[in-house]
């Protein structure tokens, strides 16, 4: 449940701060006074698009924060590495240069985190929400919505992958022979090149050292010459220093017992010389390099570095394209043999996607034989007493299946008795396209988890009676969850378990809007505007009141 909406800054409304209600909260005011911008405030906090133009002129930044109570969110923080808390704190702020910055309970995230989040909370129904409806392209989407047939859509997207990747392998291996000819050439061409080369791991890198150490080898050879001369062949050597050392120091020790550790010391330090002379006189041989041993190892580099070059690889990379080279060619000799293997293979998967359509497409025939009858049954209430409302599904053409089943389907209707179904587009109104969504929206609001439902004007072009069953209708869905509403009609205002005035004045030559939670007195006060605008009489007042106190008895309430 959405219980507290703070803004900062958003286009007309400097500050507002709203605490909603469980249950039935209603929005009223003049057109024009900023009723819908606290939706598009509600969508911003949720990761929706935003322009900069949200932000209030004169400002450098908006805020809005959205707290929830109640929110059925723990596995997508759990997800996200956000803790949990008592309430769940939505806030993002909005630059006048368009950047943006999200947050969710103090954790910084982003706005497509922000957006996966907010459709677990929150279910936004626009005024432009019903012509949805004449997109039949979504009509499978509300089906499969209501049908709750993720399982077998999951089996059927299961078959489906395994058939197309099929085909596409079977695409990949089938071409005209003149394209074979010239892909065997281009590949065997390259796998002579890459296989003449004898590439090895790590040889690049070996060569690399190699030849740093023949670029250096005359100044390695001097130092290497120069310590062998210090340590072992010259005179007074250090090694023949450390011996005579280690004699007097034994000589002493028969003496002074005091001296065998460092006696024992230089002993030691002798045979630690003696074998830095070995390696240095060992690595000291192995610098006869040639001249040719350096060209051969520049020339070996440059082919490497050639064949990087060319192939825009790394010698990993090489050694990777000469493995799929290798493959590919024998997969371009023995392309008939797959592609017959391919085939039974093919066949195999189709019979399995057909076998998974069907158990979808029954799943489907009985869920919009259920939605058929529960919307009739909604619309039947919302004063559409002869409305015929049937989901058509038919085969798709073609192979007889994409990647959503075997199943086209679409919504049709009739309003009027004696009129066969057909397209919404063709014969739905205004006002009944909003009673549509409304019994959709009631429908499935029994299955999904969304514990907020916000209508932005869902009364559009209705009046009278139906009105006031449209305003039972959500009275009635507020049962289960909250609904956030913005309208202009009285019997909708009246329903409320809270409402709200929106109203918009100017200050100092700016445009303010302000948010104010009605007590009993406001409500009547309010909706005697709604029914007579500026002429607001006792009548109207009396009207009001006897609306609202109808109202209160429809819902169990007093007066």
Not at 461 to 471: D, E, P, W
Request: charged share 30%; with cysteine.
């Amino acid at each position: 449940m959405l219980s507290q909406l703070h803004i900062e800054n958003i286009a007309v409304i400097e500050r507002a701060d709203v605490e909603f209600g469980p249950g039935f909260n209603v929005l009223t005011g003049e057109t024009g006074a900023g009723k819908s911008i606290l939706i598009d405030a509600i969508g911003a906090v949720l990761g929706g698009r935003v322009s900069r133009e949200l932000v209030r002129s004169g400002a450098e930044k908006a805020l809005v924060s959205a707290t929830f109570t109640d929110a059925a969110a723990e596995q997508w923080l759990s997800e996200n590495d956000i803790e949990p808390e008592e309430e769940l704190i939505l806030q993002r702020r909005l630059g006048a240069d368009g950047k943006s910055a999200c947050r969710v309970n103090g954790v910084p995230v982003s706005a497509q985190q922000l957006r996966s989040l907010g459709r677990l909370l929150l279910d936004i129904h626009g005024q432009n929400d019903g012509r949805a409806l004449l997109d039949e392209e979504r009509h499978l989407d509300y089906l499969d919505r209501f049908g709750e047939t993720e399982p077998e859509r999951e089996a059927f997207c299961a078959a489906y992958g395994r058939w197309r990747d099929i085909r596409r392998e079977m695409d990949r291996l089938r071409m005209d022979e003149d394209e074979k000819a010239r892909l065997t050439e281009k590949l065997t061409e390259e796998l002579r090149e890459l296989t003449d080369a004898k590439l090895k791991p790590g040889e690049e890198e070996e060569l690399t050292a190699l030849r740093d150490r023949m670029l250096g080898a005359e100044k390695l050879s001097e130092a290497l010459e120069g310590a062998y001369q210090a340590l072992y062949e010259a005179d007074g050597s250090a090694i023949s220093l450390a011996g005579d050392a280690e004699g007097f120091l034994s000589a002493a020790c028969a003496i002074a017992p005091e001296l065998k550790a460092a006696s024992e010391s230089v002993s030691q330090a002798r045979f630690l010389l003696e074998d830095a002379a070995e390696r240095v006189n060992d690595l000291r041989e192995t610098l006869n390099f040639s001249e040719a041993d350096f060209d051969a190892a520049e020339s070996r580099l440059s082919l490497l570095r050639r064949l990087q070059r060319k192939y825009a690889a790394d010698e990993a990379g090489l050694l990777e394209r000469l493995e799929a080279d290798e493959k590919r060619l024998g997969e371009l000799e023995s392309s008939g043999d797959l592609l017959l293997q391919l085939e039974k293979e093919l066949k195999s998967a189709r019979n399995a996607v057909l076998a998974a359509g069907k158990t979808l497409t029954e799943r489907r025939k009985k869920a919009a034989d259920a939605l058929g009858e529960r919307v009739r049954a909604e619309l039947r209430y919302l004063n559409m007493p002869s409305v015929a409302f049937v989901t058509e599904l038919t085969g798709l053409p073609g192979e007889g299946f994409d990647a959503t089943g075997c199943d086209a389907v679409r919504f049709l209707m009739s309003a009027n008795a004696g009129e066969a179904p057909g397209r919404i587009a063709h014969i739905a109104s205004g006002g009944e396209l909003s009673r549509i969504m409304l019994a959709l929206k009631s429908v499935f609001a029994e299955r999904d988890g969304v514990g907020t439902l916000i209508f932005d004007e869902i009364d559009t072009g209705v009046s009278g009676i139906t009105a006031q069953r449209v305003a039972e209708k959500m009275g009635a869905l507020s049962r289960a969850r909250q609904l956030i509403c913005i309208t202009h009609l009285p019997q909708l205002a009246a329903m409320a378990d809270a409402q709200y005035r929106i109203e918009k004045a100017e200050r100092g030559g700016r445009t303010y809007t302000t948010v104010t939670c009605l007590d009993r007195e406001g409500r009547i006060d309010e909706l005697s505007r709604l029914y007579g605008g500026d002429s607001v009489t006792e009548t109207t007042r009396k009207s009001a009141a006897e609306q609202l106190a109808a109202a209160e008895e429809f819902k169990g309430g007093k007066p």
